[in-house]
């Protein structure tokens, strides 16, 4: 048996294409309102026993999308049963084998493109939405369908409106004081997280000599680096991304950092003086060998 819309309504003939006759006749069927199609029944697709028809039915026109109910109906016209009273534009039902649950498409809700896949019992109980807490709103599932065993649900995704997203890359210094062999981290994120992407950090000396290295972010977009400088001066550290196809470049301003020689301390913690002695004992030391060598030379005298 083959079913079909005409004239709005939904039809059944036998596969010779004999004995066509209608088997739903929805009120206002063939009427124009405000929507893209007049009111009226569609999209029928037969039971796996060949028992019952699912169909969408326009229920009111309040969006230019239509607004419609699934309902199911025996292949003879008789019981006519609603099935959801959501009001969205939803349908394209399509039936498990076991005939026990149906999958369909919400397109829209009022004027808000949606484009989400439901999953329903056939008697309309345990309505479940399957993709919009999975895929982005730009991403479109449509054409669901069952897999032989009824185990999962095959359907065909598409992007809506496209385009590149652009990206932000913060960068931050663990210190901007260091000496010489001392190690700066660099750390910063890119948003919206790129698991993946390959950071570049450049890092600028105080003679103009750059010296560049790469880390990879990680699941949620963070990335950290480890810097020992060889010479001591004003450094500056950026961190860019080149991008991909669905992002634009980025970049981070620079942030200067300052290396310096490290501080001379004698043994006991004393600056300068002669190593091993701080400089108290150095400045007596010298005093008192002056002394000594004065004595020595009233003596010869």
Request: with cysteine; aromatic share 10%; hydrophobic share 35%.
């Amino acid at each position: 048996m083959i079913v079909f819309t005409r004239n709005s309504q939904i039809w059944v003939m036998e596969e010779d294409g004999t004995g066509a006759r209608w088997v739903t006749d929805p009120p206002r069927a063939r009427e124009w309102g405000d929507a893209v199609l007049p009111f009226g029944d569609y999209d029928p697709r037969i039971s796996p026993d060949g028992s019952r028809i699912v169909f969408e039915r326009m229920v009111d026109d309040a969006s230019p999308h239509g607004n419609y109910d699934l309902y199911t109906v025996g292949v003879d016209g008789s019981e006519e049963t609603s099935l959801t009273e959501m009001g969205w534009t939803q349908g394209l039902a399509s039936w498990s084998h076991s005939g026990e649950k149906m999958v369909y498409i919400v397109s829209a809700v009022g004027t808000e493109g949606r484009y989400d896949i439901y999953l329903m019992n056939a008697n309309g109980s345990g309505v479940t939405d399957l993709t919009s807490g999975i895929f982005p709103p730009g991403f479109l599932a449509h054409c669901a369908v069952f897999s032989a065993d009824d185990s999962r649900i095959y359907f065909v995704g598409e992007w809506w409106d496209w385009k590149v997203l652009d990206t932000s890359l913060s960068c931050s210094l663990s210190s901007k004081d260091l000496e010489l062999g001392d190690s700066v981290t660099v750390s910063g994120s890119i948003e919206p997280p790129v698991p993946g992407a390959k950071i570049t950090l450049k890092y600028t000396g105080p003679g103009g000599n750059a010296i560049t290295q790469e880390v990879t972010a990680g699941t949620d977009g963070a990335y950290t680096d480890a810097f020992e400088s060889s010479d001591a001066g004003s450094w500056g550290v950026e961190a860019s991304w080149e991008g991909d196809r669905g992002h634009n470049p980025s970049a981070s301003g620079t942030l200067e950092f300052t290396v310096t020689e490290p501080k001379r301390e004698s043994e006991s913690g004393g600056e300068d003086g002669i190593p091993g002695f701080p400089w108290e004992s150095t400045m007596l030391g010298l005093a008192a060998g002056l002394s000594v060598l004065l004595l020595l030379q009233r003596r010869q005298r």
